[in-house]
């Protein structure tokens, strides 16, 4: 899964969307899920936990996970 700026997703990127700038990758989703079937996991303050199948223009990367975070 990729950013709308072309960037891999990773696992613990912080992002934002909207005013929330506070957001963080928290799962990624394949389809060995029972329920939903692929994308992210993201947890923002505000929003709370949100499921991207594609993420959205708006969700934006503001830094990357740091390796053994």
Avoid: C, W
């Avoid at 950013?3 to 990624?28: C, I, M, N, P, S």
């Avoid at 949100?50 to 740091?66: K, N, S, V």
Wanted: glycine letters at 12%.
């Amino acid at each position: 899964m990729k950013y709308a700026d072309g960037q891999e997703v990773r696992l613990g990127d912080r992002v934002k969307l909207g005013q929330d700038h506070g957001g963080v990758v928290t799962r990624f989703i394949d389809a060995s899920d029972n329920y939903l079937k692929k994308g992210v996991m993201v947890e923002f303050p505000t929003y709370g936990l949100i499921h991207y199948e594609e993420p959205e223009p708006d969700l934006q990367l503001i830094e990357r996970a740091r390796p053994g975070r």
